[in-house]
């Protein structure tokens, strides 16, 4: 059944700023891949990723993060960061995302998992990650990851300290905005969404449980949330973009529901799933699917800058390189 109050998310439309001209890429900026709505037919590897340093493109395409004007429709694209794991040296934090300040990106998500796999999930871990993204010149999001709280001693003390320290951090260190308006899911408050321009993205709770019935109840009620959250707008939009923590081939139940998805009534809408991995890459065409791409955000600094195409003859596309 559908959750209880499931309000429509709404689109909201405003006139934004225009940024300062974009210079060509430099150090700062490395691209690193991009991909268009009609690659090559592949499924994901099961082999851990690889970076390349050439972009990830059908041949007849160009590459998505080009340098010059006509790069980036400020009124219709978008870019915004993904960043994964532990944040652990505030200061060090600090220092890297001032260099954020005249970015193009409107917004942040941390895929977890924000406490180290080598700590037994003390609450300054928490702590020192929710400060280091306060220092974020745009607003950041969090979805949780297995170590942050399924793999702890304690999973529910866990839980507490995630919930108090990031779940809703987006709220915490950053003046309200009219470009969006964020829904939390009733069924599963780690979960939300919002629509940006022409794009729905939705953060899930993706983790792993030790109990499997547990994983895939949540699983079933996150699915429910995806489709409450895109009906009422599938004319509105032409990219669905979920994050999460787990990867897709170990929850095929998940999996196998959006590709359905995908050939039916998101025909005409390209779909991507961004989790935490070790290194940044895209995975195109899941299970065969065109245009359901499966993205790796990898660990730590470099963050990942995601650009999304919106308006040029092979949109919708997406991009990503790494933000120095």
Request: proline content about 8%; glycine content about 4%.
């Given at each position: 059944?559908?959750?209880?109050?499931?309000?429509p998310i709404?689109?909201?439309?405003?006139?934004?700023?225009?940024?300062?001209?974009?210079?060509?890429?430099?150090?700062?900026?490395?691209?690193?891949?991009?991909?268009?709505?009609?690659?090559?037919?592949?499924?994901?590897?099961?082999?851990?990723?690889?970076?390349?340093?050439?972009?990830?493109?059908?041949?007849?395409?160009?590459?998505?993060?080009?340098?010059?004007?006509?790069?980036?429709?400020?009124?219709?694209?978008?870019?915004?960061?993904?960043?994964?794991?532990?944040?652990?040296?505030?200061?060090y934090?600090?220092?890297?995302?001032?260099?954020?300040?005249?970015?193009?990106?409107?917004?942040?998500?941390?895929?977890?998992?924000?406490?180290?796999?080598?700590?037994?999930?003390?609450?300054?871990?928490?702590?020192?990650?929710?400060?280091?993204?306060?220092?974020?010149?745009?607003?950041?999001?969090?979805?949780?990851?297995?170590?942050?709280?399924?793999?702890?001693?304690?999973?529910?003390?866990?839980?507490?300290?995630?919930?108090?320290?990031?779940?809703?951090?987006?709220?915490?260190?950053?003046?309200?905005?009219?470009?969006?308006?964020?829904?939390?899911?009733?069924?599963?408050?780690?979960?939300?969404?919002?629509?940006?321009?022409?794009?729905?993205?939705?953060?899930?709770?993706m983790?792993?449980?030790?109990?499997?019935?547990?994983?895939?109840?949540?699983?079933?009620?996150?699915?429910?949330?995806?489709?409450?959250?895109?009906?009422?707008?599938?004319?509105?939009?032409?990219?669905?973009?979920?994050?999460?923590?787990?990867?897709?081939?170990?929850?095929?139940?998940?999996?196998?529901a959006?590709?359905?998805?995908?050939?039916?009534?998101?025909?005409?809408?390209?779909?991507?799933?961004a989790?935490?991995?070790?290194?940044?890459?895209?995975?195109?065409?899941?299970?065969?699917?065109?245009?359901?791409?499966?993205?790796?955000?990898?660990?730590?600094?470099?963050?990942?800058?995601?650009?999304?195409?919106m308006?040029?003859?092979?949109?919708?596309?997406?991009?990503?390189?790494?933000?120095?």
């Amino acid at each position: 059944p559908a959750p209880t109050s499931s309000a429509p998310i709404e689109a909201i439309m405003t006139d934004e700023p225009t940024p300062a001209p974009e210079k060509a890429p430099t150090n700062d900026g490395t691209e690193v891949g991009s991909l268009t709505t009609t690659p090559p037919s592949k499924a994901p590897s099961t082999d851990s990723p690889t970076i390349s340093h050439q972009p990830t493109l059908s041949p007849t395409k160009q590459t998505l993060l080009t340098a010059g004007t006509g790069a980036f429709n400020e009124n219709q694209d978008i870019r915004f960061y993904l960043v994964a794991d532990d944040l652990y040296v505030r200061q060090y934090w600090k220092n890297k995302f001032e260099k954020l300040v005249d970015s193009r990106s409107r917004f942040m998500i941390h895929v977890g998992s924000a406490t180290p796999a080598s700590e037994d999930c003390p609450e300054e871990a928490y702590e020192r990650t929710e400060k280091s993204l306060s220092f974020s010149p745009v607003r950041a999001f969090s979805v949780p990851g297995n170590n942050d709280y399924p793999n702890c001693p304690n999973p529910s003390l866990a839980w507490k300290n995630y919930t108090e320290h990031l779940m809703n951090i987006d709220q915490k260190y950053w003046d309200p905005t009219s470009r969006y308006q964020v829904k939390r899911d009733p069924e599963q408050t780690g979960n939300f969404a919002f629509i940006f321009r022409r794009a729905l993205f939705i953060g899930l709770n993706m983790v792993s449980n030790e109990d499997e019935d547990t994983t895939a109840t949540r699983l079933e009620k996150n699915l429910q949330w995806v489709y409450n959250a895109a009906e009422p707008h599938e004319k509105n939009i032409d990219v669905i973009f979920l994050t999460g923590h787990g990867r897709l081939r170990d929850l095929p139940t998940f999996r196998d529901a959006i590709v359905e998805k995908k050939q039916g009534e998101w025909k005409d809408k390209m779909v991507v799933y961004a989790r935490r991995a070790g290194q940044t890459n895209v995975f195109t065409d899941v299970e065969g699917t065109k245009d359901f791409h499966e993205l790796t955000v990898g660990a730590g600094w470099p963050i990942t800058d995601i650009h999304l195409d919106m308006t040029s003859k092979d949109a919708p596309r997406v991009g990503y390189r790494y933000q120095n």
